[in-house]
């Protein structure tokens, strides 16, 4: 079941929210008993068959809990229960996700002969995943106090998040669950939870839906791009990217609003970015805070430790020496983002996609380490710079991110640095096919004239259109600014520049939330799914 659809939104969500607040008067535990039903609901909607392994996953990963629990005073026995856990969580993973891509892949080696096995992948796998390998590390660390099943169930299973996340850290959410307050209907957090829905339901129907299409061709005609044409194309996808994920998000954490729950900000404007590291600090976050707390500081601390152990040092200065810069910090940004790049699918592109943002973000700590050097306060001119700069890279490992294939994503890549040259031409489908169009209009007369006359305006529109949504990611606050007085997400939130677009409780904002919900839900029809849902 998607977020946009019908059936969501004016059945699924309503009945969801009324039996939770119906039941929650005849004890805390009855309403979340509901609540873990119908987030089960949810999940077995898409396909009942595995139901059984998101159950068997919480009962396994919660008695892991609890042995970390018992063994809290014997380190040796606890970690190797821990070990247990996370190779057993990470195993289930591989099988579903990776095991028929790398079976395939050594047949086409020629291998082996034996039959590429048809699996299906569970929906969310990589996220509940991660949600519970998250849980084990923190109650092995001992930051974990809550031992109800009821809670955990409930944490993991939450529908809001269950399927493309946030990932959630239990500290978070677990505490909300054994609020009273919880469990009471706020008409407050009803209204702000509905508002943040409706941005985002219009950000998908409105903005990233209507344009898809228009990537997919794109791609589809990979090898008919021009240079400019290419370019235009990542533009497209990267901000339909945006709407999209970032639509998803603000309706993730409207509906837990809705429950009088608060999820940790996701997504903070991240092509406003000036630096792959802040972009990175923008996009994903909690991805981004899940890779560096259990797979880069670790990797950076165990390099840290076998330098102490042979007496050298470790301090920012010392980590300015390039030997002690490659074992202390780029190999573990290498490693960590190599993964996060096949967390994210399985084949070259994504590894190629993870290790290019690696190099990124090791180039630009270099750059911090050599800036004191340089001009301390960056001045206008080189701010525009740094994010263009930013987002031309960004763009650049986005092809691989998006291409159906490995061939596909080198031959974009190839026309967007100026391997054919000019190139090819623009498609012959709107949005990418201007300058043809204007040739067409010189080169012929009469009816031929006016078809391509009538082509170049179907064309400007559609690239004017691309143009808009840009001016809106780049000049508009994102959603946690417009909500900002009603504290929409865990975590801090910058207001933005516009003071005028922060909502409050008023006919004008009442007129436009209902007429923006009104055309997001006309355009519900012609749903897709989220981005994010593949993984």
């Known amino acids: 079941m998607l977020f946009n659809s019908y059936s969501f939104v004016f059945v699924f969500l309503p009945l969801s929210l009324a039996g939770f607040y119906g039941f929650s008067r005849f004890g805390r535990s009855i309403g979340a008993a509901w609540l873990i039903l119908t987030s089960f609901t949810f999940f077995g909607i898409w396909n009942p068959r595995y139901i059984p392994l998101l159950l068997a996953s919480i009962i396994f990963n919660f008695g892991i809990g609890m042995r970390l629990h018992a063994n809290s005073k014997r380190p040796a026995r606890q970690k190797a229960w821990l070990i247990f856990g996370i190779i057993t969580d990470i195993a289930v993973l591989i099988y579903y996700k990776y095991l028929a891509s790398v079976i395939g892949f050594a047949v ?4 082996t002969s034996m039959a590429v096995p048809s699996i299906i992948l569970p929906l969310g796998i990589s996220f509940f995943t991660f949600t519970q390998i998250g849980y084990l590390i923190d109650v092995q660390q001992g930051v974990v106090q809550d031992r109800s099943a009821l809670n955990y169930a409930l944490f993991v299973t939450f529908f809001p998040h269950l399927i493309a996340g946030p990932i959630l850290h239990n500290r978070e959410i677990m505490p909300q669950f054994g609020e009273k307050h919880t469990y009471r209907f706020s008409t407050e957090n009803f209204v702000v939870g509905s508002v943040m829905f409706t941005i985002g339901l219009a950000k998908k ?52 609003r809705m429950f009088n729950v608060k999820f940790p900000v996701n997504f903070n404007s991240p092509y406003k970015a000036s630096s792959i590291i802040d972009f990175w600090q923008r996009w994903h976050m909690t991805l981004t805070r899940f890779l560096t707390l259990y797979l880069f500081n670790p990797l950076a601390l165990a390099a840290a430790r076998r330098r102490t152990t042979r007496g050298l040092g470790v301090s920012r200065t010392a980590q300015k020496q390039p030997l002690v810069f490659l074992n202390m910090v780029a190999i573990p940004l290498l490693i960590t983002m190599g993964l996060a790049g096949i967390w994210h699918g399985a084949g070259l592109k994504f590894f190629i996609f993870g290790l290019l943002h690696g190099v990124y973000l090791t180039i630009n700590h270099i750059w911090r380490n050599m800036r004191p050097r340089f001009n301390a306060k960056p001045g206008r001119l080189e701010e525009l710079g740094s994010w263009l700069l930013t987002m031309i890279a960004v763009l650049v490992a986005l092809v691989f991110f998006r291409a159906p294939t490995m061939a596909v994503a080198w031959q974009t890549f190839s026309v967007m640095v100026g391997a054919h040259g000019w190139g090819g031409h623009f498609l012959a489908k709107p949005s990418f096919n201007l300058f043809a169009s204007l040739g067409m209009i010189f080169a012929t007369h009469g009816a031929a004239a006016a078809t391509a006359g009538l082509k170049v305006i179907e064309a400007a529109m559609h690239d004017v259109e691309i143009v808009l949504l840009w001016l809106i990611v780049l000049a508009m606050p994102n959603t946690q600014q417009i909500m900002l007085r009603y504290e929409p997400v865990l975590g801090i939130v910058k207001p933005g520049r516009l003071k005028s677009m922060i909502w409050g409780p008023s006919p004008g904002w009442a007129l436009t939330v209902g007429a923006v919900g009104a055309l997001a839900a006309m355009a519900i029809s012609g749903t897709t799914d989220f981005v994010y849902f593949q993984f």
């Open 108 to 111: 086409g080696l020629g291998l």
């Open 205 to 256: 129907c409105l903005f990233a839906d209507p344009i898809a299409s228009r990537v997919s061709d794109g791609f589809a005609a990979s090898g008919h791009l021009s240079l400019p044409g290419a370019w235009l194309l990542m533009l497209t996808y990267a901000v339909q990217l945006y709407f999209d994920f970032s639509g998803y998000t603000d309706m993730a954490i409207g509906i837990a």
